[in-house]
């Protein structure tokens, strides 16, 4: 399996947006879902949002960032997109990509820090 890589993340006032990226270095249709998780500091890590790799029509998104974030895929860029928007303080937290393979298998990239200042 291929480890996945994120980035994207930064420092953004609230109200502004960021865009995440979570990107294979090789193909991904060996993948099931991919998510992005976060997790802020003292808090346990949080499902955000997912999409099923094999039908990109279905996807969920946690009720906290639901009409603010969208889960997107390019699959000729092998990338997988977070995209947020009307960032809040509270949204503040490094963001997590997880990929799951269909064997079963689960990669995590390194992480990359949102942090969103009020």
């Known amino acids: 399996q291929v480890q996945p890589v994120d980035s994207g993340g930064g420092l953004v006032q609230a109200g502004g947006s960021l865009r995440l990226s979570c990107r294979f270095s090789?193909?991904?249709?060996?993948?099931?879902?991919i998510s992005w998780s976060r997790q802020a500091p003292g808090k346990r890590r949080e499902l955000v949002a997912s999409?099923?790799?094999?039908?990109?029509?279905?996807?969920a998104y946690a009720n906290s960032v639901k009409g603010r974030f969208t889960i997107s895929t390019d699959i000729a860029k092998n990338t997988i997109y977070l995209q947020m928007n009307s960032l809040k303080p509270e949204d503040t937290a490094v963001y997590y990509c997880?990929?799951?393979?269909?064997?079963?298998?689960?990669?995590w990239g390194q992480g990359t820090q949102v942090t969103v200042s009020s």
């Open positions: 999409i099923n790799i094999r039908d990109t029509t279905t996807y």
């Open positions: 997880n990929a799951a393979y269909r064997d079963g298998a689960s990669k």
């Open positions: 090789g193909t991904i249709f060996s993948i099931n879902a």
